[in-house]
C-alpha cells in the first residue's frame, strides 16, 4: 500500500513531462528543413508517399507572387487540393513542371504521368518523399554558401541576396500572369509597439511588394489600411496570424526580432 | 446530285466547321483576355477612382459566370485568381470611400 503513495506521484510526473514535451515543445527545423510544407490530400490514397515542397529550392527562382496569385497555390499547406490531373493539365506545379519549361538552360521535369516505368518512378520521388534525401541537404548547403547568412530560419538572407542580385526570382510567366504595369509602391511607415524600449517596427510596403505583389496580403492577411486602424499581438503573430503567415514558416522567423523592430525609441 | 453540288456542299460544311472551331476557341481566349485585363489592374488600383473600381468589381462579376461553366481545374485556378483581384478591388474601393465620407 505504501508503494503506492511512491508510485502514483513518479508516475504522474512522468507523464506531464511526457505530455509537456509532445503537446508543447515544437521541434526546431534544420536550415534545410525551414519552409518545407507536405501536402497529402490525395498521395497516400494513390499509394504515394506525400509530397514535401521546398520553399527554398523554388523561391530563389521565382517570386511568391507568381506561384500564390498567377499560379493560384493556397497560402496554408494542403488548402489548394492539388489532384495529378491538374498537374498534367498544365496548371499547379505542372505550370512549369512539364517537361518543357526551360528555366537557366535546364528542362523543368515533368511533374506527373497516368502510367510510368519502374525507371520513371525515380523522378516521382523528387517531390513524393518523405525520407531525408542526404543530395537534396547538400544541395541546399551547396547553394547557401554563396549566400548572404542569416542567423534564422535558411540561415539565408534572401532580401539581401537579392539586393545583391545572387538570386533574380522571375515575377511573369507568359501565357499564365497577366500583363500589369509597374507597381507604384507606398512609403514605409511605422508601427508602434506596446513594450517599452522595443523599437518600433518600420513596415516596408517597398520590402515587401517585390516578392508579393499588393493582393497576396491585402485584404485576407491584413485587412485594414488606415494606419493605426487595426491591432496587432505577437500573440496571434506567433499563432500564424498577420506577419506570422509567412513569418516563421518560410519567410525569416518572428525569434529574429530586429529584423522588424528597428526604429528606436526616440528620446 | 450533282459534282458540282456535292462540292457545293462540302465547302459549306467545311466553312461551318471552321466557323464552329474558330467561335470556340475565340471564345475561350475571350474570356482569359477579359480576365487578364480586369486583373491587370491591381498594380494601379490605388490610383483608380470609384467607378472604374465598381467597374472592374461588376466585370469580375459577370467573369464568374463564365468561368464556373469551365472544367473542374480551371475552375479551380481562375475562380482563386479571380476572386483575388476581386476581393482586392473591394478593399480598395472600400478604403476610399471610408476616406470620402465626411468625419
Known amino acids: 500500500m505504501r508503494k503506492i503513495f511512491f508510485v502514483v506521484p513518479i508516475l504522474l510526473v512522468a507523464v506531464g513531462i511526457a505530455w509537456a514535451q509532445g503537446g508543447m515543445k515544437k521541434k526546431k527545423p534544420l536550415p534545410f528543413e525551414f519552409g518545407s510544407v507536405t501536402i497529402n490530400n490525395y498521395s497516400q490514397q494513390a499509394g504515394m508517399p506525400p509530397v514535401v515542397f521546398d520553399h527554398w529550392v523554388h523561391r530563389q527562382n521565382y517570386t511568391c507572387r507568381l506561384c500564390h496569385v498567377d499560379i493560384g497555390f493556397g497560402m496554408i499547406a494542403g488548402s489548394t487540393k492539388i489532384r495529378s490531373s491538374d498537374n498534367m493539365k498544365g496548371y499547379f506545379c505542372g505550370t512549369c513542371h512539364n517537361g518543357k519549361t526551360v528555366h537557366n538552360k535546364k528542362i523543368i521535369f515533368e511533374s506527373c504521368a497516368k502510367e510510368y516505368s519502374r525507371e520513371e518512378y525515380k523522378r516521382c520521388t523528387k517531390c513524393h518523399t518523405l525520407e531525408r534525401s542526404a543530395a537534396k541537404e547538400d544541395e541546399f548547403y551547396r547553394f547557401s554558401e554563396k549566400m548572404p547568412s ?59 511588394t517585390v516578392w508579393n505583389g499588393c493582393e497576396l496580403c491585402h485584404p485576407d492577411i491584413f485587412i485594414g489600411v488606415k494606419k493605426g486602424t487595426s491591432k496587432y499581438s505577437m500573440v496571434e503573430i506567433f499563432d500564424g496570424k498577420y506577419c506570422g503567415v509567412c513569418h516563421e514558416k518560410v519567410a525569416f522567423p518572428q525569434t529574429d526580432c530586429q529584423r522588424c523592430h528597428t526604429k528606436p525609441p526616440q528620446g | 446530285m450533282k459534282t458540282g453540288g456535292r462540292l457545293k456542299l462540302l465547302i459549306m460544311a467545311g466553312c461551318i466547321s471552321l466557323f464552329i472551331t474558330i467561335q470556340a476557341a475565340y471564345g475561350e481566349d475571350a474570356w482569359r483576355t477579359d480576365f487578364d485585363v480586369s486583373c491587370a489592374q491591381s498594380n494601379d488600383a490605388m490610383s483608380l477612382s470609384i467607378p472604374e473600381l465598381n467597374k472592374l468589381i461588376e466585370r469580375c462579376d459577370s467573369l464568374q459566370k463564365i468561368i464556373e461553366n469551365e472544367e473542374e481545374t480551371v475552375r479551380k485556378v481562375y475562380l482563386k485568381r479571380l476572386q483575388m483581384c476581386k476581393k482586392f478591388y473591394i478593399f480598395v474601393l472600400e478604403s476610399k470611400m471610408r476616406e470620402q465620407k465626411p468625419k
Do not use: C, Q
Open chain 1, 150 to 208: 542569416e542567423r534564422f530560419g535558411n540561415r539565408i538572407n534572401w532580401e539581401v541576396a537579392e539586393e545583391k542580385g545572387l538570386i533574380k526570382p522571375v515575377d511573369y510567366l507568359e501565357g499564365v500572369s497577366s500583363k500589369k504595369s509597374n507597381l507604384k509602391v507606398n512609403p514605409d511607415f511605422a508601427i508602434k509597439t506596446k513594450v517599452e524600449g522595443m523599437p518600433d517596427i518600420i513596415f516596408s510596403h517597398k520590402k515587401h
